[in-house]
């Protein structure tokens, strides 16, 4: 039974701790358990997270004891929601380096901040003939929402193709950025490939032609830190759910100066200064994007998470999760007809691959039969699937909480598939 | 506990890899396309039809070892029966992957090695997506 983590107090200095794997297992009980008769190999945190106790723990004793609606009502439990609430929101400021907490807006997730940005920045913007960039490598949340808002403007979605390894080819990216070009929407990090592609090279290709950069942050926060003014992204957005948090939240960053210029996306509750029967005038940032009750509770979970990352030296986490990035691209191309699907300069722990002869979802099912947990599907990029001629692509990922021996055991799934099908 | 024998069994394994009937058709009475947004699986059905009798039936497409094979042995299943006892064999086969008659009496046995699936909730949609095209396809008008 791990000893309870107690984490300091938002703001407080803290001495990381030196990162040992047993004990970041210790503490997420939904690892220990048996799955088909083996033990979970749970490798599919980049489609979803497994929370620690400490986080489930935070939100439960905040719904038992703390909570109440936010928005500063006049009851002592009020305001004791309130403060959780904009604790939260101070703690992802100072996890992404934000200039100040008001460019923090909290989400239902990262599809619903790239809409909002598509729809409340965007959307007024664009005119006939105007171009939004993406990359072939984008999940379907960073393109679908620039497609309808393209669709709706007469403006245009063009696409950056990449090379073979999975990087972003970035003199054909150069070239299609020109003055008719509004707004660069990029992975940080892809969540098929594990790519991490260049965003200040990115961000400087996009400011010189008068364009925002949109960064997709989903993949990259569970793996690497983003300071986003040092990256130089305009806009910046990330899930909860992907980095130890609760479900149902996430954040959009955006800078101060572009966000006060954005009229609302949703209307309601909240968001208002006042109301009357002839028209309305919004509240400041960032309750002008924060329509009606917001996740309260998801939020300290949110927080939680946030903190419970940072107590961690996290470059001895990128140690951990790149030996196993190394020790799985070693030890997968022992099994026959394994061919891995992005080799870029730079990638975070996420392992795509394709078993010739044999669909994805097969293997993915033989893997589970084994307790390891992968994904087989086209993982929401239908662009870059075709980009590689194929329907889809087994994936691995790995995170702060695996192991070696997990390695060992999806390659033996992988060998027992090889033997079923031949 | 389930293991790998139990959902690929050989006759599974062998119309995976060598699928019956697995071709287009130039000259069709109907046609209709199968085809699974959340995994890609994707299959075109034609058919001949003679009267009330389906006397030529086809495939081709792409999908995952359970897709093709259901897809295969169903063509195998329908061809020289009539549109009526095509949309029994559908009737049945969906209640028997998705667990809802014990065994499979009432469908010809070789569709019978496709009971293991209602085990593998996660693949019932691979091994009715053949068969949902051949519904669609039968019940289009002309």
């Known amino acids: ?422 | 506990m389930s293991d790998a024998s139990e959902l690929y069994q050989s006759v599974i394994l062998d119309h995976n890899r060598a699928p019956r009937n697995y071709h287009a058709m130039d000259q069709f009475d109907r046609t209709a396309e199968g085809y699974n947004p959340l995994c890609g699986d994707q299959f075109t059905v034609w058919l001949k039809l003679e009267g009330d009798t389906i006397s030529d039936v086809s495939f081709q497409g792409s999908g995952c070892a359970i897709s093709k094979a259901s897809a295969s042995l169903m063509t195998m299943m329908v061809k020289g029966k009539t549109v009526a006892e095509a949309e029994h064999y559908f009737d049945g086969f969906r209640d028997m992957v998705t667990g809802k008659v014990e065994n499979a009496e009432a469908l010809p046995r070789r569709l019978a090695v496709f009971a293991g699936v209602r085990e593998f909730p996660s693949r019932v949609k691979c091994a009715t997506l053949g068969w949902h095209a051949l519904k669609t396809a039968l019940d289009k008008e002309q």
């Open chain 1, 1 to 422: 039974m791990a000893t309870p983590q107690v984490l300091a107090a938002p703001g407080a200095v803290v001495t990381p701790r030196a990162f040992d794997v047993a004990r970041v297992r210790a503490e997420f009980p939904a690892l220990h358990q048996q799955v088909n008769g083996h033990p979970l190999a749970y490798l599919d945190s980049a489609a979803s997270s497994q929370k620690p106790k400490v986080v489930v723990d935070a939100e439960h004793d905040f719904a038992l004891s703390d909570y109440a609606n936010v928005h500063r009502g006049v009851h002592t439990l009020s305001q004791r929601a309130t403060k959780a609430y904009d604790e939260a929101r101070a703690v992802v400021r100072g996890f992404i380096n934000a200039a100040q907490n008001e460019e923090v807006i909290f989400t239902a997730g990262t599809t619903a901040g790239i809409n909002l940005v598509a729809q409340s920045y965007a959307r007024p913007l664009l005119k006939q003939g105007d171009e939004i960039v993406v990359t072939e490598m984008e999940h379907h949340s960073n393109i679908v929402p620039w497609q309808l808002v393209a669709t709706a403007t007469g403006a245009k979605v063009r696409f950056a193709p990449l090379d073979d390894q999975g990087d972003i080819d970035l003199a054909a990216l150069k070239a299609l950025i020109g003055p008719q070009t509004r707004i660069v929407a990029v992975a940080h990090v892809s969540n098929v490939l594990g790519t991490v592609n260049p965003l200040r090279e990115i961000a400087e290709l996009a400011h010189t032609a008068g364009a925002v950069l949109v960064v997709d942050g989903a993949q990259a926060l569970p793996h690497v830190r983003a300071d986003v003014q040092a990256l130089g992204a305009d806009f910046y957005v990330a899930s909860g759910h992907k980095i130890f948090g609760p479900n149902g939240i996430g954040f959009l960053y955006g800078r101060r100066e572009l966000l006060d210029a954005m009229p609302p996306w949703q209307g309601g509750g909240g968001m208002i200064q006042s109301v009357t029967v002839e028209g309305t005038t919004f509240a400041p940032v960032p309750a002008r994007f924060e329509a009606g009750t917001p996740p309260i509770t998801q939020a300290v979970g949110l927080g939680t998470a946030v903190r419970w990352m940072q107590s961690f030296d996290w470059s001895a986490v990128e140690a951990h999760e790149g030996e196993l990035l190394r020790y799985a691209r070693q030890r997968i191309v022992e099994v026959p007809g394994v061919r891995i699907i992005g080799s870029a300069r730079e990638q975070v722990s996420v392992l795509s691959f394709v078993l010739e002869g044999i669909h994805p979802h097969d293997v993915g099912t033989v893997l589970d039969l084994h307790g390891v947990a992968v994904r087989a599907s086209h993982h929401c990029a239908q662009p870059l699937m075709r980009r590689y001629k194929i329907p889809g692509t087994v994936r691995a990922s790995f995170a702060i909480y695996n192991t070696r021996d997990e390695v060992d055991a999806l390659v033996a799934g992988l060998t027992e598939a090889r033997k079923v099908f031949g």
